[in-house]
T-cell receptor
Framework: GAGVSQSPRYKVAKRGQDVALRCDPI?????LFWYQQALGQGPEFLTY????????KSGLPSDRFFAERPEGSVSTLKIQRTQQEDSAVYLC???????????FGSGTRLTVV | KNEVEQSPQNLTAQEGEFITINCSYS?????LHWLQQHPGGGIVSLFM???GKKKHGRLIATINIQEKHSSLHITASHPRDSAVYIC?????????????FGKGTHLIIQP
């Protein structure tokens, strides 16, 4: 596609519910990143994929967070047993090379009530 | 201390004013990004630079590697420039953690 597509755009979840957030990167982009952006803050790194390999997951805040990119294209960020502190915008970015331009998706705004 | 510091945090100016947003970082970097984020919108990459100066329209970005400092300038500012401007760096350590972001500068340009 022409850009990085994220879905859903908005998600309201009840506390304890599991959610799955999808990122469809630019075709051919090897690198894919997930970021979490709390209200009024800059994005914080969550995890990084190079093709299907998850090379860094050091930013995932707890074992309730899980990300995958099984075929090296679409990625899914799953949050189990959501908590209120998980409320944030989740951003996905892709790049053909991490040292070059990044293209960001519009993000998924997750609200846990 | 955040590795990437931006100033000011908030800036309100009148249409036509010259705007400067500053970014200082404490780590070695391979490149620095300036990003723009509109309310409810996604992030748009404005510039990526590793040295010198880049210009695009009314936007100018400069970086001083020795001083670990970058500035984003907007000339003849317009209300449509109102957005959050975020500085982000790519570390030179070779790690896979992508960008490290500043907290952003919230810019409002009043007509």
């Amino acid at each position: 596609g022409a850009g990085v597509s994220q879905s859903p755009r908005y998600k309201v979840a009840k506390r304890g519910q599991d959610v799955a957030l999808r990122c469809d990167p630019i075709s051919g982009h090897v690198s894919l990143f997930w970021y979490q952006q709390a209200l009024g803050q800059g994005p914080e790194f969550l995890t990084y994929f190079q093709n299907e390999a998850q090379l860094d997951k050091s930013g995932l805040p707890s074992d309730r967070f899980f990300a995958e990119r099984p075929e090296g294209s679409v990625s899914t960020l799953k949050i189990q047993r959501t908590q209120q502190e998980d409320s944030a915008v989740y951003l996905c970015a892709s790049s053909s090379d991490r040292n070059y331009g990044y293209t960001f998706g519009s993000g998924t705004r997750l609200t846990v009530v | 201390k955040n590795e990437v510091e931006q100033s000011p945090q908030n800036l309100t100016a009148q249409e036509g004013e010259f705007i400067t947003i500053n970014c200082s970082y404490s780590v070695g970097i391979s490149a620095l990004h300036w990003l723009q984020q509109h309310p409810g919108g996604g992030i748009v990459s404005l510039f990526m630079l590793s040295s010198g100066k880049k210009k695009h329209g009314r936007l100018i970005a400069t970086i001083n590697i020795q001083e670990k400092h970058s500035s984003l300038h907007i000339t003849a500012s317009h209300p449509r420039d109102s957005a959050v401007y975020i500085c982000a760096v790519i570390g030179s350590g070779g790690g896979a953690d992508g960008l490290t972001f500043g907290k952003g500068t919230h810019l409002i340009i009043q007509p």
